[in-house]
């Protein structure tokens, strides 16, 4: 058996009950391309969880989601702010700027979080041609620090955003954690809060292949069932993705899943912040810790634990739980890091 790490909940398995209810669904023939009532169904369990405004879609990877959340919002000659630790700006090898044409500007964040003050400075040039248009706000929940936004972080966005005529858009690959962190519904952390559009995430948290994006705003959603073909995300065997979105409404799988990885990392992070040599950098809101630990033992912890170095000046590391971690991982982790902390002594 291949051990556990921390390197991310991308490296976690598949939900037992999705692939229950991927076998349910894998019987008969349906209507392709998302004309199936597997579809339908988990359209309406969208609408029931983000409200009936939501115009939800259905793609495979986190990274068409938000790619293709751009594309649909913005014109190719405009600008999108985002975090400098954002997905988008780090972790798209520049996909966003390629397919839709659209300026990625960073804005530096101390814990990965946006706020209308740091975006001010930025909100020039509009009207001006020889100027990049700003026309999208984008942020991640939970952060790619593993923070999290309050709602009224997000509305303050929103009315910060609206009022220069842009759009708001969050990358949720981890709005679950986000939520059950917040102890807020996903309405209350995206419709309510003014948010236009979303890429809702399901694969960190338990799904196999499985995210969406979601429009708030109707006259986005317009032409996107277009854009979502050019960029090669309409799965022709569309009930295998919505029956995923089923599973994970049901019972609310997506709920326990993400209590349970948000709590193995606050059981992680009380093991390890008091251990002498491990410096806690960031507030543990969702399911990773950040640490700097000794630059000398990173490689032999990470060969037994596997992990990925945040920033290699200075030995900072994260650590991310999943919806499949137990406590006998983090006992095991911790002893062999302080093993190795005390060997330097």
């Known amino acids: 058996m291949n051990k556990r790490g921390f390197a991310s909940d991308n490296n976690a398995g598949v939900s037992p009950e999705v692939l229950q209810k991927l076998t349910e669904v894998n019987t008969g023939h349906v209507v392709g391309y998302g004309d199936d009532i597997y579809t339908a169904e988990a359209v309406n369990k969208i609408k029931e969880h983000f409200g009936r405004e939501a115009i939800p879609y259905f793609v495979f990877t986190g990274t068409a989601a938000n790619v293709l959340s751009i594309a649909a919002s913005g014109k190719p000659f405009n600008s999108v702010f985002t975090a400098d630790t954002s997905h988008i700006n780090v972790d798209e090898c520049g996909a966003p700027e390629r397919f839709s044409g659209c300026k990625v500007i960073s804005i530096s964040t101390k814990d990965g979080k946006l706020r209308p003050e740091l975006l001010k400075e930025h909100m ?4 001006f041609e020889h100027h990049s248009q700003p026309g999208l706000i984008s942020i991640s929940q ?3 620090l593993g923070t999290v936004y309050t709602a009224d972080q997000i509305k303050d966005l929103a009315e910060f955003v609206h009022q220069y005529g842009m759009f708001l858009h969050i990358d949720g690959a981890r709005l679950s954690n986000a939520a059950v962190s917040t102890g807020k519904s996903f309405k209350e952390l995206t419709s309510d809060c003014g948010v236009d559009i979303l890429s809702f995430g399901g694969t960190k948290n338990g ?4 995210e969406s994006v979601i429009f708030f705003r109707k006259e986005l959603a317009h032409e996107f069932k277009y854009i979502r073909k050019q960029g090669m995300q ?3 065997k569309m009930r295998f993705i919505a029956a995923q979105f089923l599973a994970f409404f049901e019972n609310n799988l997506w709920e326990r899943n993400a209590s349970h990885a948000n709590e193995m990392a606050q059981k992680l992070y009380f093991a390890v912040k008091d251990v002498p040599g491990v410096r806690i950098t960031q507030t543990v809101e969702s399911n990773g810790v950040f640490a700097c630990i000794p630059k000398d033992i ?3 912890l990470q060969s037994e634990f ?3 170095v945040w920033n290699e000046q200075n030995g900072e590391v994260r650590w991310m739980t999943s919806f499949d971690t137990t406590e006998e991982d983090i006992e095991l982790f911790r ?3 302080k093993q190795l902390l005390d060997k330097r002594k």
Request: net charge negative.
């Open 124 to 127: 020039i040039g509009f009207g």
């Open 142 to 144: 939970s952060t790619e």
């Open 207 to 210: 799904l196999l292949a499985a």
């Open 234 to 236: 309409l799965a022709s």
């Open 298 to 300: 990173i490689s032999d």
């Open 306 to 308: 596997f992990f990925y």
């Open 335 to 337: 002893d062999r890091l």
